[in-house]
């Protein structure tokens, strides 16, 4: 059985000498099955189980000659049991003893991802308490547009998480399943019944129909998932980039005491990690393409996708695992500066108000295209002229006749604006809003 790895070790899952033990542990707990049926010898079933073992040198060897990785093995593994050997393999095909042994090896990257999913969300989720109300600019196309507080950022972050969550889970899931239906699916040498036993032991289910080969959809939605998740680790990235650039410099990662970061400009402070990830994210979403041309496969089975899947299965994985812990550490040890959002935020001389304007406007008696038309003026001779808006706003004899000091005041209410905070995140969060970081 797949030992359960440590982050740090997902890399081993997909090791030779890992692969080689799940395809053992396939063939051990087949021969049992079919001994406990009497298909197999009692004794022979013992000895595949205590003698049964390889040289993962040995398989490279006999594979050089017979150009057959399972053939290899099967050699290298009888070389050990001795005359009982002959039960090894019984009644199965290749691919019966692969794709469930790698569905053993999708399980405990999968236990490991899940655990890495988790840790994120408890981070998200932290930093999102921490700045709830920490007001900033929000921005459509880049520019200006509303206030939002940089909590709203990190909780829509946590939500989409917990969206990529529960779609991991149904892959992984999904994932979940092995075969031994044999050489086209139809139970030629071992049984259906059989076979759910072998995978219940293995801790499987058993896929209800099969060709030689588990069906390459449930790969392609698993590969897709990682896609998705990692494309929203992508965009966690793109946003702590855009607030580190210097023109905005609201948010910045981490910078370690002796770490430089250009050759020839010593002043520079690049978002190498978010970068990374950014980039890394590509990777796994161009897997994701190979995966769906995996689906369609001649027949009850071509080989044309197990070269795929030795390169997609183990890279998306691993990076996965990386850009989750990575993501996770960018988030936890970001530099966030209020003081600076709060600059950036009051320094278009509350333009950002605009809108709320033109509603106050509106509910005051003019007309909504009037109201637009005057509001525009305004806004259009402080961005071109660099005034403030709202001098400009306060001096409008027109606007004064419909709005009090008091209400453009209201009208220029940084909190009214964010009034409705704590509500979008007690609709995320329900009642957990206080300081327990949980997922």
Same mark, same amino acid.
């Given at each position: ?5 440590? #982050? ?271 980039? *890394? ?126 209400? *453009? ?17 007690? #609709? ?12």
């Amino acid at each position: 059985m797949i030992p359960r790895y440590t #982050r740090a070790a997902m890399g081993r899952i997909w090791s030779d000498e890992a692969k080689y033990r799940a395809w053992l542990e396939v063939e051990i707990v087949s021969s049992e099955v079919l001994a406990e049926d009497g298909i197999v010898p009692p004794e022979a079933a013992r000895a595949i189980r205590e003698r049964g073992d390889f040289d993962t040198e040995r398989i490279r060897q006999v594979e050089a000659e017979v150009k057959h990785d399972v053939i290899a093995f099967t050699t290298a593994v009888a070389e050990k049991i001795g005359p009982e050997s002959r039960w090894l393999h019984y009644g199965l095909t290749s691919n019966d003893v692969v794709d469930t042994a790698q569905a053993l090896q999708l399980k405990a990257a999968s236990a490991i991802l899940r655990e890495d999913i988790e840790r994120l969300m408890v981070v998200l989720k932290k930093r999102a308490l921490e700045f709830k109300n920490t007001p900033t600019v929000g921005r459509t196309h880049g520019m200006h547009a509303e206030p939002t507080t940089f909590g709203l950022k990190l909780l829509n972050w946590y939500a989409e998480m917990r969206r990529n969550q529960e779609r991991f889970d149904a892959a992984a899931e999904q994932m979940r399943v092995g075969k031994l239906s044999g050489a086209v699916g139809a139970f030629g040498h071992i049984g259906p019944e059989q076979e759910e036993r072998i995978c219940a032991k293995l801790g499987l289910a058993a896929a209800p129909v099969a060709t030689q080969v588990i069906q390459r959809d449930r790969h392609a939605y698993y590969i897709a998932t990682l896609a998705v998740l990692t494309a929203t680790l992508d965009k966690i990235a793109t946003e702590v980039r855009h607030l580190q650039r210097t023109e905005v410099r609201e948010a910045e990662e981490y910078f370690s005491e002796k770490q430089k970061g250009s050759s020839a400009m010593p002043h520079k402070r690049n978002p190498i990690t978010a970068e990374q990830i950014c980039g *890394l994210a590509r990777v796994v979403r161009a897997n994701a393409q190979a995966a769906f041309e995996d689906v369609a496969l001649w027949h009850e089975r071509d080989i044309s996708h197990s070269s795929v899947e030795r390169v997609i299965l183990p890279d998306s994985t691993i990076l996965a695992d990386y850009l989750l812990a990575k993501t996770a550490d960018l988030i936890e040890k970001l530099a966030v500066y209020p003081a600076r959002m709060k600059r950036n935020l009051e320094s278009t001389g509350g333009l950002i108000f605009s809108g709320q304007l033109l509603l106050d406007l509106a509910e005051a008696g003019m007309l909504r295209e009037d109201a637009y038309r005057l509001v525009q003026k305004h806004a259009m001779d402080a961005w071109q002229n660099e005034l403030v808006f709202r001098d400009l706003v306060a001096a409008d004899a027109e606007i004064a006749s419909l709005l009090s000091a008091e209400k *453009l005041e209201r009208t220029f209410d940084l909190q009214r604006q964010l009034g409705n905070v704590d509500a979008i995140f007690a #609709r995320v969060l329900g009642s957990d809003t206080g300081h327990e970081y949980g997922p």
